[in-house]
């Protein structure tokens, strides 16, 4: 199995991770918006996300902590959604990849997942945290 190296290698996980997601149970619901504008319209985006983390090619410029402040708004996060969402990640990069940088996808991953729930369950102490403001 090959390692994530490419942009190509992110936008094959990315796809496989949503079409999980779009058909989860707990996730779905949190997705639908998604859905329904279209995966081709966000996959660029998310695709500079994760090339900026693992590739660091430095090409995201955006903060994802608006998006997901709404969505929480919207739908009431929990725990659950967070857990989720790390287990559905890592099943995927393990279906597709092995090595170093698919390693580092996973665990990147379960860090966003802390900041994110530190920041929108717990926005008192998520403040003082010190997560890294790409989560912000």
Do not use: N
């Amino acid at each position: 199995m090959p390692d994530i190296a490419t942009r190509a290698d992110l936008e094959l996980l990315l796809r496989h991770f949503y079409g999980r997601a779009f058909a989860d149970p707990v996730l779905e619901p949190v997705f639908e918006t998604l859905m329904v504008i279209g995966l081709d319209d966000h996959l660029p985006v998310m695709c500079d996300f994760w090339e900026t983390i693992l590739l660091r090619t430095g090409v995201y410029r955006g903060s994802v902590g608006a998006v997901h402040r709404a969505l929480h708004g919207r739908h009431g996060f929990t725990d659950r959604h967070f857990d989720r969402w790390v287990e559905l990640w890592t099943s995927s990069v393990d279906e597709l990849f092995l090595g170093d940088v698919a390693q580092q996808a996973k665990s990147e991953a379960a860090g966003i997942a802390v900041g994110m729930q530190r920041r929108l369950l717990e926005p008192s102490r998520g403040q003082t945290t010190g997560v890294p403001s790409r989560f912000s």
